[in-house]
Each structure stands twice: as structure tokens, then as C-alpha cells.
């Protein structure tokens, strides 16, 4: 499945860069651990509040991916122009695959740089797609990767790109996309609200008091609460 036909049918609007949150009115921004510092008193990190997140992504993520929904796993890594090409999606991919030939399936094109900077052209943003199903990936290990972004924890994305790797879980089955940016919070979005608006109600807490007017408005209940 092409990620760029996907998107043009489904989400017209979206691009798969940071805060797709911001892109559709249809949306929740979750943010993790908090109340909890990242850091104890001594400096050394609080692994307390990283089981936290860890726990509140795959609770999310086990809410809107079901066993045969269709996942596409999308993931952006930003890289110079003269980086070589194909070898970074073994460090980006290899440890989460369970079957080692899914890599084979791997499609991949090459988008202009996405973020603002003097230097912009001289960087590129290479997308990875792979069509699956969640019992495909090592996806409790993928989702700490993601949320261990700014800290020396393992697992990891890999730490040689410019900017550290983005993944996005599309559920193509049910017009879901759920992307955890860091270990502060983790944004969906869905096609139709009906699919997300028990999610909302659900896990209420962990949304900050600014974004729930947004928020209620897109799933079509302003003052749910």
C-alpha cells in the first residue's frame, strides 16, 4: 500500500511530519507522565515516570490497533543528501520485525526536508512504509524506542540521523493514526470521530485542560465532561 495514495483518499490534508494533531480537526493530544519529572533529586533519571509512559502509550495503542487490523508502519528518519540511501532502514526497522524478510517489503521515497532551517536544502526526509499486522512488530520494544527519544534508555531508533526518527502507526482498517513524538506525549487523529470518542472519554485525565475545547469540538460533543 502506498503511503501518498492512502493519505490523498483518507486524510487528504495530512502530511506525516510532527503534530498531525494540529493538521485535522478530528484529533486527541494525550500527554504522559505527568506530574511525574523526568529526573530524580540526585540527576539520575526517574524510571518511575518512564513506566508510566511506557504503560499509557501501549494501553493507547492496544485501544485503536486490534489483532487484524491493517497497521501501516510509517517511518520518517531526516538525514543530509549525500547520506547513503537504504542502509539506515535496517537500523530503523531490523530489531522491531519479528520476521527478518518483512524488510523485502519495505517501500521508500524521498521528500524535501520538512522543517525550517538555512540549511534546508541541503537535507531530505526519506519515508519507510511497511503494510503488517500489530503481531508482526515487537511493538511494547517500538513504542519505548520511541518515547526513549531524549534519554540514554534502550531500545532506541538509531542516534546517527539529524534528527531522531518519527513513526507513525496507521490503521488503515479503521482510518486511525497514532504517533508518540517523545516520551511528553503522543497525538491520534481519526477519519470519522465515532472511532475515537470512547478513547477520549476513557482516558480523559490524561489530557491537558487546553486542548479539550479543541478537542470535544472535533468529536462533535462540546462539554463532554
Known amino acids: 500500500m502506498d503511503v501518498a495514495e492512502y493519505l490523498k483518499k483518507r486524510f487528504p490534508s495530512i502530511e506525516l511530519v510532527p503534530s498531525i494533531y494540529n493538521q485535522w480537526d478530528i484529533g486527541i493530544h494525550f500527554s504522559l ?31 485503536l490497533f486490534e489483532r487484524e487490523d491493517n497497521l ?27 520476521c527478518k524478510n518483512a524488510l523485502k517489503r519495505i517501500q521508500v521515497r524521498t521528500y524535501p526536508y520538512p522543517f525550517e532551517s538555512d540549511e534546508a536544502k541541503d537535507y531530505e526526509r526519506q519515508q519507510f512504509s511497511l503494510l ?3 503481531e508482526d512488530i515487537r511493538m511494547n520494544e517500538l513504542l519505548k524506542a520511541a518515547c526513549n527519544e531524549d534519554f540514554p ?22 482510518d486511525i493514526i497514532f504517533f508518540v513524538y517523545d516520551d511528553r506525549g503522543c497525538e491520534v487523529i481519526a477519519r470519522e470521530a465515532d472511532r475515537i470518542r470512547s478513547l477520549y472519554e476513557n482516558y480523559y485525565d490524561w489530557v491537558e485542560e487546553v486542548d479539550r475545547k479543541k478537542i470535544e469540538e472535533g468529536l462533535g460533543r462540546p462539554g463532554m465532561k
Open 153 to 174: 534508555l534502550k531500545p532506541k531508533l538509531g542516534e546517527d540521523f539529524i534528527h531522531y526518527p518519527d513513526v507513525f502507526f496507521v490503521n488503515t482498517t479503521k
Open 132 to 134: 503488517c499486522k500489530r
Open 72 to 98: 501501516l508502519l510509517v517511518t520518517n528518519i531526516y538525514k543530509h543528501k549525500n547520506q547513503k540511501q537504504q542502509t539506515k532502514k535496517l537500523k530503523v526497522y531490523q530489531p522491531f520485525l519479528k
Open 33 to 63: 507522565g505527568t506530574e511525574i519529572y523526568q529526573f530524580k533529586e540526585n540527576g539520575g533519571l526517574n524510571l518511575e515516570r518512564f513506566r508510566v509512559v511506557y504503560k499509557q502509550a501501549f494501553t493507547i495503542f492496544n485501544e
